[in-house]
């Protein structure tokens, strides 16, 4: 550092190691004042930062202020040493300050960008019942982010990165064709995460597999039977299959057919209708479709019902459909009117 030593004592003209006494302690000053600097930075601008992220409403504005706290102390010492040693002349040691300081750089900006991953992970995955594939994508963005760091560090260090770079990417890709399934199953559970075709909890139908669905990992998906049993399936398999997800099921259709016998009166034959309409209207969660004297059977007169059922839960199906039953046999039983089965009528001649 050039200065006019005219004005200095002649103590602080003495030269050691390439300096002068006055400029360590021009180095030494500026040391002391930036120590202080960052030391009012931290109590008070950062203090008050997190009482207004505090009164505000929301989060991001608690996660600028966790970033620029979770900044190491060690950090700023080592920037402070290094600003001020700038006014000196190390010469080599000021170029391994320089890297150390790139290596400190790297380090902390890779770990706010890890901060960044995890308040979108969290922020995304909140009140998420499969959380499963969200978190890989974590872990895979993580170690990417470390990775560049490091090859930045490397890089700095004076390492040929290069061939180094050349070898991962044939490598990667080497690897990627060996865990070819794999990789399917772990894009498969990402496109079942963001499309949400079932969720936790849902009952589904695939092909010949039924039940409702426990858990959906990384590789695969766990589903229990009505059995009992836990049926695990790939997730590759998932998205290229057709499945019937009951649990977004709104209403429930119900079909059924009645038949009485044919020596039914025919004010009795048009009451019928109205009667099974009245008795599906007295039950909760119904709606009915039609009613309709359908056909001329073997040995009955048919009726076919259509209705509703507000809920998707097969449970309430079953116990609304057996009230019906229960309500209809009485009904028919009060009014006289015959339930059809099968028979023969013979006439013989004379």
Do not use: C
Not at 27 to 38: K, Q, R
Request: proline share 2%.
């Amino acid at each position: 550092m050039n200065l006019d030593l005219s004005q200095f004592p002649t103590y602080l003209q003495i030269v050691w190691l390439n300096n002068t006494i006055a400029d360590y302690l021009l180095a030494l000053i500026f040391l002391v004042g930036l120590l202080i600097g960052f030391k009012i930075f931290k109590k008070i601008v950062i203090h008050n930062l997190v009482e207004w992220a505090q009164k505000s409403q929301t989060d991001f504005d608690d996660f600028l202020v966790k970033m620029i706290k979770s900044i190491n102390s060690f950090f700023y010492l080592y920037l402070t040493f290094y600003l001020s040693s700038r006014l000196l002349d190390w010469q080599n040691l000021n170029q391994w300050l320089e890297v150390g300081l790139i290596i400190w750089l790297v380090i902390e900006i890779s770990s706010k960008i890890i901060i960044a991953i995890e308040y979108v992970v969290q922020k995304y995955s909140k009140d998420k019942k499969n959380k499963a594939p969200i978190n890989a994508i974590k872990k895979i963005s993580v170690g990417m982010v470390w990775l560049v760091g490091i090859l930045l560090i490397l890089s700095n260090l004076g390492i040929n990165i290069t061939a180094l770079t050349t070898g991962l990417g044939i490598g990667g890709i080497a690897v990627a064709l060996a865990m070819q399934n794999i990789l399917g199953d772990l894009f498969s559970s990402f496109s079942i995460y963001f499309d949400k075709p079932f969720e936790v909890g849902d009952y589904i139908v695939l092909g010949d597999e039924s039940g409702t669905v426990e858990k959906i990992g990384i590789k695969t998906t766990r589903i229990k039977a009505l059995q009992g049993e836990e049926i695990v399936i790939a997730n590759n398999d998932l998205t290229n299959a057709r499945i019937h997800n009951y649990k977004r099921m709104k209403l429930r259709r119900s079909t059924f057919n009645i038949g009485v016998t044919y020596d039914t009166p025919q004010e009795k034959l048009a009451q019928i209708p109205q009667l099974i309409n009245e008795i599906i209207q007295s039950v909760k969660l119904t709606k009915v479709d039609r009613v309709h004297f359908a056909s001329f059977g073997n040995s009955s007169l048919n009726f076919s019902v259509v209705y509703f059922i507000e809920s998707s839960e097969y449970n309430v199906f079953m116990d609304i459909q057996q009230e019906i039953n229960l309500k209809i046999i009485e009904k028919f039983a009060k009014e006289k009117i015959e339930f059809a089965f099968p028979s023969q009528t013979i006439y013989l001649a004379k």
